[in-house]
């Protein structure tokens, strides 16, 4: 398309109607095409109808090429990063869009830091359907707003058809860690006690469900959710005593265990009897021969704190919605190799390895 | 696969030296599997040895959810975030992993920040080569060395074969505006000046140079470059005369000039003649049909300042080696309808429009 050849030169007529006629966006029918994502009219209006209309705040509103921001106030920085590839987009208990808001919340409230902004950048398969695209937008801006952290900047690009999977999401997230808080995979100390949050495997378990190839019956929903109240909640109970808080995500319970006993070179000694699960999670790991230590979760956390601090901070997770079913499921243990180690409920004990590949592709 | 059978339960045989042998990444003739996006030990060395190795400082190898940052002082932040689909990967004078760095430093930039750090999340295609990894992630690396911006934190995940393109990279920047800068596309005001750092069109010609459906003969190469020091030149010369920093990006010139006119509620008035361009950019245009003010930029900025700053902040662009060909292209009007009109080089006159829906798909 050239420009020049739809405006004749000497064309200055501003009474023309039609000059800035745009068909409206047909969200029910419409699907995302090329030009949505060239920077044009059509690109501009997406934008407004779709992002801008559920997104809504000052930041965005200002629409430059970024946000400007307050001065975030003294304490340092935290910045953390998720590309979304979830597949199927929609499953029970949630969908890539608020998804992509909790995970990367989480990462921040990780790193004992309250989260301030999210940025979102979108990368769209031609031909997907407007429709979805604003159902999973909404679900994003809920996500958002139910978490009082603003998406304030954003940028949406556009793929041909069979070069993309629908909707790719990536946001950044942005916070602040109070002066004294310090946490970090690299802080637990042999004796401390390994607290969690709630069941394992019910993200994992509640996408593979709607998978085509594997289609189950199963009531399990995922249980994405923001987790930065609960770590307040943990900061203010017990302050100093908390080494390390990780969401057991892609890899499940069992690689962050491993990821953090590498970080801290130490080893963990779980109790299997004491790790929470939902029989019917268990049960479709069965069916599916998975081992639900494997299997992501996107609204549990892994705390280690000192073992003098782990009933306060175990009764402060069970106060909060979010950790109802808080256990006390390990120890930090001296281990040259970092091995983590599981006392099984038959009496043995096993090594709980890093897995060498995939478990599950596409689960976040 | 199933971990448990991997490892049986009683298994804590500590000297089985097969435990954690890991086949070594076959950089040269491997390529990107399912496995690589899993979170397990295949996930780890992927981003020890590709990720880690290029992007190397204190921040990454913190190896938690997120970076932990210091405080960043006084000021505000600005967040900017881009989605990088560029294709083809590599096009004369740079490629997809120097883009995503410089394409949000400039837009940090643009909002008169200086630019502090940068998050990447990457979405690699199942059966893309190492190889091509590497090169991307290390031409990545440079920019960001070169331009004294530190990738921060990142993510990676792997979509199956024919989901996605060999690689997308969305980065995120944050960076601090000195007190006193205000910059926005909604500062320009009537009679302002209206002054381009460089050449147009040569970025989407040198990408266009390399599409398999067009591949046509040039020596146009990308213009590609990170910008942040220009504009710190910029703000330095005539603190307080600059209205408006922007990058004219995806769309060109004639978009962004559209986009400042709408977001002003003024008019703009181009001066043809003035505005820079290479012969072998025009010329190429000319072949394919295409108009040089639409087509994308990645290392041009328009600065829309008071007019009596004119003089001093084209000779502060044309000293600096990103601003050699500067120019003065236009000055801001009074027009209730934001139209941008350019004065033709043959003495009419016509209306540099929005483009409706797209002229270059995946430029950048």
Redesign the interface.
């Known amino acids: ?4 050849d ?7 007529d ?1 009474s023309d109607p039609k ?1 800035h006629y ?1 068909r409206p966006l047909d969200v029910k029918h419409g699907r995302v ?3 949505h ?8 209006q997406l934008i407004r109808d779709i992002f801008l209309a559920a997104f809504d705040n000052p930041y965005l509103r ?11 106030g ?12 979830v ?1 199927p987009l929609f499953f029970p208990g949630g969908d890539l869009g608020c998804l992509s808001v909790h995970g990367t919340i ?3 409230a ?2 004992g ?1 309250r989260p301030l ?1 999210l ?5 769209l398969e031609e031909g997907f359907a407007l429709a979805e695209l604003q159902r999973i937008v909404q679900s994003m801006a809920r996500a958002a707003q139910e978490a009082g952290v603003p998406i ?9 058809k ?4 629908g909707l ?1 999401i ?1 946001t ?4 602040v ?1 109070p002066d004294g808080v310090a946490l ?3 802080h637990a100390r042999v004796g401390d006690a390994v607290l969690l949050s709630g069941t394992i495997g019910d993200h994992g378990v509640a996408v593979l469900s709607q998978r085509e190839s594997l289609s189950f019956g199963t009531s399990v929903v995922s249980d994405t959710a923001a987790l930065h109240t609960l770590v307040d909640a943990l900061l203010r109970a017990a302050p100093g005593a908390l080494r390390t808080l ?2 057991p ?3 499940g319970l ?2 962050t265990l491993n ?1 953090i006993a590498q ?1 801290s070179s130490v080893g963990i000694r779980l109790d299997e009897a004491q790790i929470p699960i939902a029989a019917q999670v268990e049960a479709a790991c069965e069916l599916l ?3 639900p ?2 299997v992501a979760n996107e609204g549990k956390l892994i705390a280690i704190c000192a073992p003098e601090a782990a009933d306060t901070l175990l009764a402060t997770l069970r106060a909060h919605p979010l950790g109802a079913r808080a256990a006390r499921i390990g120890t930090v243990t001296q281990d040259a ?1 970092h ?1 983590v ?1 599981m006392n ?1 409920r ?1 009496g ?15 689960i976040c």
């Open positions: 398309m050239n420009a020049r739809t405006t004749p030169p000497g064309n200055t501003m000059r745009v095409d090329m030009g994502g060239a920077g044009g009219r059509a690109a501009a200002q629409g430059d090429d970024g946000a400007l921001l307050p001065a975030p003294p304490g340092r920085l935290v910045m953390a990063t998720d590309a979304h590839v597949s989480n990462d921040v990780m790193m830091a902004y940025s979102a950048s979108f990368i304030v900047t954003g940028d949406t690009k556009v793929v041909e069979g070069k993309g999977d790719f990536s950044t997230g942005v916070g860690v970090s995979g690299a990780r969401d995500t892609r890899g069992a690689t990821e970080q021969g998975l081992d230590l494997y190799h091995f180690q099984t038959f043995g004990k096993r090594v709980v390895d890093w897995l060498s590949g995939e478990q599950l592709p596409r």
